[in-house]
Nanobody
Framework: QVHLVESGGGLVQPGGSLRVSCAAS????????MGWYRQAPGKQRELVAH???????TYPDSVKGRFTISRDTANNTVFLQMNSLKFEDSAVYYC???????????????WGQGTQVTVSS
């Protein structure tokens, strides 16, 4: 079993910055791709940042240039730096990881419990 624990969410004013973190622990043989998703009330969960095991990153146009995903491979941690935050960035942010945990020849998909980010004046 693998656990993902997010931290760092909170309240921030428009134009401000926030960094959220996600630490993975448990039976981790190999941590593959990781990502951040968000879900606002009444909306579908959407991808906001993705990083491969090799460090290649991708972002949707809605956050490109404002959000940066990075990872600390040694500590099984992924970060999301969010700058120039807008009202529409308010959502619960979820960490996702593809993990080789020994239960299958394919990576298992894990989710964190989510952390609230609220952009408000």
């Amino acid at each position: 079993q693998v656990h993902l624990v997010e931290s760092g969410g909170g309240l921030v004013q428009p134009g401000g910055s926030l960094r959220v973190s996600c630490a993975a622990s448990g039976r981790i043989l190999r941590l593959n791709a990781m990502g951040w998703y968000r879900q606002a009330p009444g909306k579908q969960r959407e991808l906001v940042a993705h990083i491969t095991s090799g460090g290649v990153t991708t972002y949707p146009d809605s956050v490109k240039g404002r959000f940066t995903i990075s990872r600390d491979t040694a500590n099984n941690t992924v970060f999301l730096q969010m700058n120039s935050l807008k009202f529409e960035d308010s959502a619960v942010y979820y960490c996702n990881a593809a993990v080789m945990d020994g239960t299958s020849w394919r990576p298992s998909n894990y989710w964190g419990q989510g952390t609230q980010v609220t952009v408000s004046s």
